[in-house]
């Protein structure tokens, strides 16, 4: 089984999410551009992402682990540089999408998120 992956939107409901699931094994973060109600997001390169991400997912985690897939709201939210995301202690954001664990230093930023092989290294314990 792979982790439990929940999908937020905001810094509010990330911090939620992050202390709902703070009994989990490992907790990994998705930050990606917001999407339309079509489901499209405005980040060419969180489209590009997400399906390799989502994939690793299924394959390198457990159902011991968590995965929050955060929402950072449309590009007029995101790209002010007092955004919560970029400004925020632990996280310090300086592009999406980003993937990273919680409580390391493990993190793949933009188009390192693309390949599959370099996204499970990020998995690996």
Known sequence: ??????RVKGMD??????EAN???ERIF????????????????DCVQAEPVVMSVVEKE????DAFI??????????????????VH???????VPTLLQIGSPKKLVESECFNAEVVAMLFED
């Open 89 to 95: 202690s632990d996280l310090r954001l300086t592009g």
């Open 29 to 44: 973060a998705m930050f990606c551009g917001g999407k339309d109600e079509s489901g499209n997001s405005w980040c060419p």
């Open 1 to 6: 089984m792979s982790a439990t992956v929940v």
């Open 22 to 24: 703070k009994g989990a």
């Open 61 to 64: 985690t457990t159902d011991a």
């Open 13 to 18: 409901e990330f911090q939620a999410a992050l």
């Open 69 to 86: 897939y955060v929402d950072v709201g449309d590009r007029a939210t995101w790209k002010p540089k007092d955004n919560p995301f970029r």
